[in-house]
């Protein structure tokens, strides 16, 4: 049983563009998110977290979204560049536990 | 510095085979895990270590699977006889401090194919 979901495998946008990239998850006690970019034969690197208290985080190009009714987390990029493309992780966490729940990765394509 | 690095990069192995993967955490990290990445899957935990503190392994998913991490540094995982079912990539992760979730630095990756 999946806790954490990402439920499009693939994404293709246009350079400058803005990415929209969803998670969604079963286990209400989940209170840590986080996204990881992964490039091929290299290991996930870490990208934004969000803490269940607030609803909204922002880095740079970066903004991951917290809708704690839902479920559902989104991580927007905007504007999308070609070095974007990869595949990104949504990963969980409760409690301050170290172990981390993740997604099955979502593969974003930005094309110039 | 130098990140996390993982040994070999790739492993074919027969079936019943016994394997050993190796991670180099980066220096001074204290946590260091293991994860899996079966085809098609998320990462999944495997085991955790922090410190002197015993291991955290959970995620082991049979006893063929154990893990090692000799003086706080180098982690070792080793699959006893190997089954299909455990081809995946294995990474490893390291980080300096157990509740800063999001320093989860990861290895390149062991790929590894049971035949």
């Known amino acids: 049983d999946q806790q954490v979901k990402q439920n499009s495998p693939s994404l293709s946008v246009q350079e400058g563009r803005i990415s929209i990239l969803n998670c969604d998850y079963t286990?209400?006690?989940?209170?840590?998110f986080l996204w990881y970019k992964k490039y091929p034969a290299e290991g996930p690197t870490f990208l934004i977290s969000?803490?269940?208290?607030?609803d909204k985080n922002e880095d740079g190009r970066f903004t991951v979204f917290l809708n704690k009714s839902a479920k559902h987390l989104s991580l927007h990029i905007v504007p999308s560049q070609p070095g974007d493309s990869a595949v990104y992780f949504c990963?969980?966490?409760?409690?301050?536990?170290?172990?981390?729940?993740f997604g099955k990765g979502m593969k974003l394509t930005v094309n110039p | 510095g130098a990140g996390v690095s993982q040994s070999p990069s790739n492993k074919v192995t027969e079936k019943g085979k016994d394997v050993e993967l190796r991670c180099d955490p980066i220096?001074?990290?204290?946590?260091l895990y293991w994860y899996r990445q079966s085809l098609g899957q998320g990462l999944e935990f495997l085991i955790y270590?922090?410190?002197?503190?015993?291991?955290?392994k959970s995620g082991l998913p049979s006893d063929r699977f154990s893990a090692e991490r000799t003086g706080g540094s180098v982690s070792t995982l080793t699959i006893q006889r190997t089954q299909q079912e455990d081809s995946a990539v294995y990474l490893c992760?390291?980080?300096?401090?157990?509740?800063?979730?999001?320093?989860?630095?990861f290895g390149p990756g062991t790929r590894l194919t049971v035949t």
């Open positions: 992760a390291s980080s300096p401090w157990s509740y800063t979730l999001y320093e989860q630095y």
């Open positions: 220096s001074g990290h204290t946590a």
């Open positions: 286990n209400s006690m989940f209170d840590y």
């Open positions: 969000i803490s269940s208290i607030k």
């Open positions: 990963a969980a966490s409760q409690g301050g536990s170290e172990k981390l729940v």
């Open positions: 270590f922090q410190g002197n503190s015993a291991p955290d």
